[in-house]
């Protein structure tokens, strides 16, 4: 099983930039797929970008992409987010999963295991 504990939440003027860490700990096969979601208040889930443990693949939602990175550090089994240019609408509870499967998949449903969740304010 894998536990996957978020930080590096925190409040940030439009603009502004914000860095997202994941500790994974557990077992974890090289096929597993790491994903950021995130939701806001009112509003469901929302898939924002993933990229396979060994590194070979990545997608990142159209709201995100050129703005936000996604990558990982094997050496400190830690998935990042590098948020960059926010805006208020990126507002939300950040999310990291684990999805064994290796499918690479934007649906929370195929994800089995979830961090407990980071805050991220953008203010206007």
């Given at each position: 099983q894998v536990q996957l504990v978020e930080s590096g939440g925190g409040l940030?003027?439009?603009?502004?930039?914000?860095?997202?860490?994941?500790?994974?700990?557990?077992?974890?096969?090289?096929?597993?797929?790491?994903?950021?979601?995130?939701?806001?208040?009112?509003?469901?889930?929302?898939?924002?970008?993933?990229?396979?443990?060994?590194?070979?693949?990545?997608?990142n939602a159209d709201s995100v992409k050129g703005r936000f990175t996604i990558s990982r550090d094997l050496a400190k089994i830690t998935v990042t987010l590098q948020m960059n240019s926010l805006k208020p609408e990126d507002t939300a509870v950040y999310y990291c999963a684990a999805d064994p499967s290796g499918r690479g998949s934007s649906a929370s449903g195929d994800y089995a295991s979830w961090g407990q969740g980071t805050q991220v304010t953008v203010s206007s």
């Open positions: 940030v003027q439009a603009g502004g930039s914000l860095r997202l860490s994941c500790a994974v700990s557990g077992v974890i096969a090289s096929n597993y797929v790491m994903g950021w979601f995130r939701q806001a208040p009112g509003k469901e889930r929302e898939f924002v970008a993933y990229i396979s443990w060994s590194g070979d693949s990545e997608y």
